[in-house]
């Protein structure tokens, strides 16, 4: 068994992706796993190394002979948390381009039902957070919100408040990645690592808006009617680890 080792960006998936496929050992005698994992015996382990032509490679053949709306599909499965996403999506595939744009009706087979399922729940996720997403203004007038998925939403979630909130300037901080998308208004927006002391001293400044926000808190507060408390409904509509970044539960 040939395994290939990449790291867990999409454009890294893509590039193990390619080396699987080109190295023409036969898709029942490679395996795609991420870094950091620990090496089996009898295996011989190929690093990939990361370049944008083999990401460009995989991403224009799944939309030229597929379909744009697979590319969608594999992508998303593509910022999963499953760790072994890699090798599945590459299992999906080998599917998909002898099947052809119906394997997604395939959920008999177990590749195709496991990007399914990945999606699926990228997508529960996705819709949650950008309802539970809070802005709070910075001194400089920028907005700053705070999430921690657990899939790597980041980039859907910024296309997202691109065009709602497409007049601000505005930061969108993964905590659990260390890294941001930052928005100028009326421009665009990109992804930047995060992780620097820089940034960590930046996005822990008060913000302008903090009286609000404990006048809000009250408020929250003070419309609950203590007798009607259902702790277990309100945990299935508003799961407990969206609630530290959200103003309403956060303690004055």
């Not at 999963?80 to 119906?102: C, Q, V």
Request: neutral net charge; glycine residues 4%.
């Amino acid at each position: 068994m040939t395994v290939f080792v990449c790291g867990q960006e999409v454009e890294e998936i893509w590039c193990g992706i390619y080396d699987a496929w080109m190295s023409r050992l036969g898709h029942e005698n490679v395996r795609i796993e991420p870094e950091g994992r620990d090496r089996e015996l009898f295996c011989e382990y190929r690093e990939v190394a990361a370049e944008e032509w083999k990401a460009e490679k995989v991403t224009k053949s799944i939309r030229k002979k597929l379909s744009e709306e697979l590319y969608e599909v594999v992508y998303r499965a593509a910022l999963s948390e499953d760790a072994d996403r890699a090798d599945k999506i590459y299992r999906f595939l080998i599917y998909a381009f002898a099947m052809g744009t119906n394997v997604m009706d395939q959920l008999q087979i177990p590749a195709v039902y496991e990007v399914f399922r990945m999606t699926r729940y990228l997508s529960r996720e996705y819709s949650h957070v950008i309802e539970f997403a809070r802005f709070s203004r910075m001194e400089e007038g920028v907005l700053l919100s705070r999430i921690k998925p657990k899939n790597d939403v980041l980039v859907l979630v910024s296309m997202h408040f691109a065009d709602r909130l497409s007049g601000e300037n505005w930061i969108l901080y993964d905590c659990k990645r260390k890294k941001a998308a930052v928005h100028q208004a009326d421009r665009g927006w990109i992804i930047v690592r995060a992780d620097s002391a820089q940034w960590q001293e930046r996005l822990n400044k008060k913000t302008d808006e903090e009286t609000y926000e404990g006048l809000w808190r009250t408020f929250h507060k003070a419309i609950a009617i203590t007798q009607r408390t259902n702790l277990k409904c309100q945990q299935n509509m508003l799961p407990l680890r969206f609630r530290p970044y959200m103003t309403e539960f956060n303690k004055v």
